[in-house]
């Protein structure tokens, strides 16, 4: 369609020139009459004319029909009634053998017209881009290593998952898999908006589209076509731009008012001009053309749909995925946000927050090491989480476990014990020391490290709460929004992690079949609520909710209950979510502003209401501003910008 308009377009900007020069008015203008008259140059005036209304008008006119067959009403009637009552009356008058003709004026308007549809459908095309770059990260081609070590060049549509394919340092990985071989970092910003470069080593799971960095790497494919997570994050988009909005609908209602009050004005403006004062019926008729091409609702059309495009795309390269267009509009008018804890606010694995040194024989570190160098032949959540946060690890001997209590062994020729406060009661001995009453009052757990059967120090693990958490609950707060956590796990360590992170409102020892009625508490409070998990368990809460939103979805996009899919597990993504729905509906309402604003000025300027100042507009002026209102609009919706600094660690 663009360049059907761009080749309609040189066409007719080509006949209008010497329908310039023919025109009895501009030839008066110029003083050029005797240099430009000869005889019948009326009908080469008329025929050139006709040329222009009937090709490079005619996509205007065929969409008239479309609207009309429709029922329909819209900017394309409007065009067609102006374009075609200029030119009826200007064959009539050439007929009766008149020069008052509006030949120039038709010929410059649809020349103007098809200009500003050329650019405006550019505008819209480099708006609704989000899928065409998207569609782009993924490689056409892929290295296939062969059974026998071989690298071959085969179509990525060709994979069928299993293979094993070589990803070379700097390349796109061409599906997703798992890590057989290698190590290296990956540039997933294009794809989840994390910035920093991931390092990924075997056995970990690689996006199609990524960027692989200085490693060479081996893959496994595990999916291909469809059920990439690229596939399904370019479906969620589509799905999201087509989808309207509740301000759409507004702008289309106040479109299809403004369209009938532009017939209408055009209507009244010929009667008033020609009933009421002495300028004459072509003057009338100027000025109803100008009104019905001036008035067209085409910026009223394009100001909400621009910005969803723009907006979507934003939340797409930026790992803010849109199921529910309606929810995502909602969000800007949210006032409280639930989160679940883990997995959410903290990371949903066992890390040290605490070391307590009892013997000063030993530093922290070698509390910490001990218990690793035990703990790593375990694999209890408790001892992972010592063994990963240990600065180191020593060899052990004479490993056993110690049934419900602990594990044992010989670390550096000394016989180390990492047990649980109830072997210490089992061995009678005494713990008083006011730091772990604290500890564990906290909610968090204990170990404590014997070292040659003498009490060395305590280790206190608990879920490890997300670093950017407490950042993002302080800019939720600063945005007029109450933030809850509601959890399954028991009051002590919800209360601190509320503490640690400064929540307004903890709700713990909830089970998740009654988490959705708890969703419902607080919106009987008469506050609009969010929801905020991990789009598993919270699934009933995430649908109760007002708006649902899955955090840290992963690779799995295909979480039905949540309304908007956040990539990332990051808490600071429900802010950038948050505020880009705010700063959507603030362009949108910029946008819709602007489309009816503007025709409270020009609509009764194009009619000759400022006429008696010596202000008149042509049809072809009015077709530049109306044109010119359009793509002021899609400039400006492609001003939206989501700025991740300020939601980012």
Request: proline residues 3%; contains cysteine; charged residues 20%.
């Amino acid at each position: 369609m663009i360049a059907d308009y761009r080749r309609r377009f040189w066409v007719v900007l080509v006949a209008t020139i010497p329908i310039l020069a023919l025109a009895p008015m501009i030839q008066g203008w110029l003083g050029l009459e005797d240099a430009l008259r000869f005889p019948g140059d009326r009908y080469v005036l008329a025929g050139l004319s006709s040329l222009v209304f009937f090709y490079g008008g005619w996509p205007f006119l065929k969409g008239f029909l479309q609207e009309i067959t429709a029922r329909d009403i819209g900017m394309m009637t409007l065009i067609s009634v102006a374009i075609t009552a200029a030119y009826a009356y200007s064959i009539g008058m050439v007929a009766i053998g008149s020069d008052e003709t509006f030949f120039w004026e038709l010929a410059t308007l649809i020349a103007v017209m098809l200009l500003g549809h050329w650019i405006e459908m550019k505008s819209v095309l480099g708006a609704g881009r989000a899928l065409e770059k998207l569609a782009s990260l993924m490689p056409d081609e892929a290295h296939l290593v062969a059974d026998d070590g071989s690298v071959i060049d085969v179509s990525v549509s060709t994979l069928k998952g299993g293979e094993h394919l070589l990803i070379k340092p700097g390349e796109k990985v061409p599906a997703d898999g798992i890590i057989v071989r290698g190590e290296s970092s990956l540039n997933e910003s294009m794809l989840t908006g994390e910035s920093k470069p991931i390092f990924k080593t075997v056995e970990t799971e690689v996006i199609g589209g990524s960027i692989n960095g200085e490693g060479s790497l081996t893959i496994r494919v595990d999916k291909t076509g469809d059920e990439t997570f690229l596939s399904s994050v370019i479906k969620l988009v589509k799905e999201a731009q087509a989808s309207k909005s509740k301000t759409q609908d507004l702008a289309n209602t106040a479109a299809k008012w403004l369209t009938f009050i532009a017939l209408g004005g055009g209507l009244s403006t010929v009667l008033f001009w020609t009933l009421f004062t002495d300028q004459g019926f072509g003057f009338a008729m100027a000025r109803a053309v100008t009104v019905m091409v001036i008035a067209c609702p085409h910026a009223l059309g394009l100001a909400v749909p621009l910005v969803v495009a723009r907006s979507t795309a934003i939340a797409a390269t930026n790992g803010l995925l849109i199921r529910d267009r309606t929810a995502f509009e909602e969000a800007r008018n949210i006032n409280a946000i639930i989160f679940d804890k883990t997995g959410t606010l903290t990371k949903g694995e066992f890390g040290i927050t605490d070391t307590l040194v009892f013997d000063t024989t030993f530093t922290e570190s070698d509390i910490v090491a001990y218990a690793a160098s035990i703990e790593a032949h375990s694999e209890h959540p408790i001892a992972q989480g010592i063994v990963r946060d240990a600065p180191q690890a020593w060899g052990v001997d004479k490993f056993k476990a110690i049934p419900g209590k602990g594990a044992e062994g010989l670390v550096k020729d000394r016989d180390v014990k990492v047990v649980s406060p109830g072997y210490l009661r089992d061995q009678g001995l005494e713990m008083d020391d006011p730091r772990f009453e604290t500890l564990s009052a906290q909610g968090k757990t204990v170990v404590f490290v014997l070292i040659d059967d003498k009490l060395a120090g305590a280790i206190a693990l608990a879920d490890i709460i997300r670093e950017e958490s407490a950042k993002a609950i302080l800019m939720l707060q600063a945005m007029g929004i109450q933030c809850i956590m509601l959890t399954g796990d028991n009051q002590q360590v919800a209360e601190w992690v509320g503490q640690e992170i400064g929540l307004d409102e903890v709700i713990a020892e909830v089970l998740p079949e009654e988490k959705a009625a708890k969703v419902r508490e607080v919106q009987s409070r008469g506050l609009i609520v969010a929801m905020t998990g991990d789009g598993v368990n919270d699934a009933p809460a995430l649908a109760q909710a007002n708006v649902g939103i899955a955090i840290g979805a992963g690779t799995d996009v295909a979480i039905e209950t949540a309304d908007i899919i956040l990539v990332r597990s990051s808490p600071s993504d429900v802010v950038a979510i948050i505020e880009l729905a705010r700063a959507t509906y603030n362009k949108m309402m910029q946008n819709l502003a602007w489309a009816t604003g503007y025709n409270t000025f020009a609509i009764p300027a194009a009619a000759g209401v400022f006429f008696p100042w010596g202000v008149i507009l042509t049809p072809a002026l009015g077709a530049v501003f109306m044109s010119a209102s359009t793509v002021i609009c899609a400039i400006n919706a492609q001003l939206l910008k989501l700025s991740r600094s300020r939601v980012s660690t």
